[in-house]
Nanobody, 127 residues
Framework: EVQLVESGGGLVQAGGSLRLSCAAS????????IGWFRQAPGKEREGVSC????????YYADSVKGRFTISSDIAKNTVYLQMNSLKPEDTAVYYC????????????????????WGQGTQVTVSS
């Protein structure tokens, strides 16, 4: 079964850090692009960051540049999102997804050919 499972969410104070993990099973993610997305209450889902495993290219949303870092561990078939200097506006459910190609349009990371989504993990940043 093709599956993505996120973990690492939680409650943190503003200025704090969290590291999210996205573990893939049923496929080898180094053949895909992996992206992180988030959805806050009452808002549309937005791209946060994505990575192309084919060439290692990485994209970030303007709102998280300099604070978030995406990385991958091929041996563990896992992609991470290190989130530092968290702000209350980062509060959302964070999802990872696998697709064919990661790109950026108008400062927003996008995944082309989306094939699978994780179930999401809640991140809450208190002020």
């Amino acid at each position: 079964e093709v599956q993505l499972v996120e973990s690492g969410g939680g409650l943190v104070q503003a200025g704090g850090s969290l590291r999210l993990s996205c573990a893939a099973s049923g496929f080898t993610f180094d053949d895909y692009a992996i992206g992180w997305f988030r959805q806050a209450p009452g808002k549309e889902r937005e791209g946060v960051s994505c990575i192309n495993s084919s060439d290692g290219s990485i994209y970030y949303a303007d709102s998280v540049k300099g604070r978030f870092t995406i990385s991958s561990d091929i041996a563990k078939n896992t992609v991470y999102l290190q989130m530092n200097s968290l702000k209350p506006e980062d509060t959302a459910v964070y999802y990872c997804a696998a697709g064919d190609l990661c790109t950026v349009v108008a400062g927003t990371p996008l995944l082309r050919g989306l094939e699978v989504w994780g179930q999401g993990t809640q991140v809450t940043v208190s002020s």
